[in-house]
Nanobody
């Protein structure tokens, strides 16, 4: 079983940038991929981006062209570079494996506000 700890969230102004990270307790190269999700209160957790073990990264239409997912296999950490952020990007961000497990980390809060 793998555990994740997300970090790097905070307050950022609209149009700004932020990089959040997700540290795994195991070798992330063992998985088919790592996925970022986000959730706002009262709504379902939604998919944001996937970095597969091979092939190109995938992004939700809402973040395509603004967010970039990357992985550091030495540090067992996956990052999400968030550029040109919008108010609607405000959420708690989580990561999980591909396929998804029932184990979720604490998440990291990202708040976009002026």
């Amino acid at each position: 079983q793998v555990h994740f700890v997300e970090s790097g969230g905070g307050l950022v102004q609209p149009g700004g940038s932020l990089r959040i990270g997700c540290a795994a307790s195991r070798d992330i190269s063992r998985f088919f991929g790592i996925v970022w999700y986000r959730q706002v209160p009262g709504k379902e957790r939604e998919w944001v981006a996937t970095i597969p073990d091979s092939g190109r990264a995938l992004y939700a239409d809402s973040v395509k062209g603004r967010f970039t997912i990357s992985a550091d296999n030495v540090k067992n950490t996956v990052y999400l570079q968030m550029d040109s952020v919008k108010v609607e990007d405000t959420a708690v961000y989580y990561c999980n494996t591909l396929p998804k497990t029932d184990t979720w980390g604490p998440g990291t809060q990202v708040t976009v506000a002026s």
